[in-house]
T-cell receptor, first 114, second 114 residues
């Protein structure tokens, strides 16, 4: 069964460092997303991406964040200068259509900023 | 803006007993509703979805949910709990024209006891 894959599964980084979280969405999906889940809190939407541009972003997704689809298979989330409060589980997701289908999620990357 | 409320952050049932996890939604336009399950150290798996067809939706692992517009509810049920059902369950909503941006509830941790 097709799945969304994320690497790495865990990442520890020092405050102020840049991190790149990587995702390979399901191959025939066209819509891509990043969500995050801070420990003990709800899953929150960060950004959606379609046709090589951001289609929607949340208030959380400030200038420190960026997304990119550098090739035909990868989808990345970059955090330029990490803060302690960026520590969370980051989920990549993809969907075939832009509405009503839900999304398929990866296993997540646990980011710890120290 | 749309939202979901999950009543009960923790639910405990005996193996073989009925599982009932509650979700109420708020939306000014017809919603799409989803239940996701998260097993320990894993990603979010789509259990089932309501997309304005049948109001009773059947999902994987014997779960089902009923959309009740009059009650703005989308409760998740399973007739007989199994130990393997122990996980965290998230209700989520998206809306037409809102892409597949999902707004999640706070989750319900299901514990199944012998």
């Amino acid at each position: 069964e097709p799945e969304v894959t994320q690497t790495p599964s865990h990442q520890v980084t020092q405050m102020g460092q840049e991190v790149i979280l990587r995702c390979v969405p399901i191959s025939n999906h066209l819509y891509f997303y990043w969500y995050r889940q801070i420990l003990g809190q709800k899953v929150e939407f960060l950004v959606s991406f379609y046709n090589n541009e951001i289609s929607e972003k949340s208030e959380i997704f400030d200038d420190q964040f960026s997304v990119e689809r550098p090739d035909g298979s990868n989808f990345t989330l970059k955090i330029r200068s990490t803060k302690l409060e960026d520590s969370a589980m980051y989920f990549c997701a993809s969907s075939e259509r832009d509405t009503g289908t839900g999304a398929f999620f990866g296993q997540g990357t646990r980011l710890t900023v120290v | 803006a749309q939202s979901v409320t999950q009543l009960g952050s923790h639910v405990s049932v005996s193996e073989g007993a009925l599982v009932l996890l509650r979700c109420n939604y708020s939306s000014s336009v017809p919603p799409y509703l989803f239940w996701y399950v998260q097993y320990p150290n894993q990603g979010l798996q789509l259990l089932l979805k309501y997309t304005s067809a049948a109001t009773l939706v059947k999902g994987i692992n014997g779960f089902e949910a009923e959309f009740k517009k009059s009650e703005t509810s989308f409760h998740l049920t399973k007739p007989s709990a199994h130990m393997s059902d122990a996980a965290e369950y998230f209700c989520a909503v998206s809306v037409t024209g809102g892409g597949n941006k999902l707004t999640f509830g706070t989750g319900t941790q299901l514990k199944v006891e012998l």
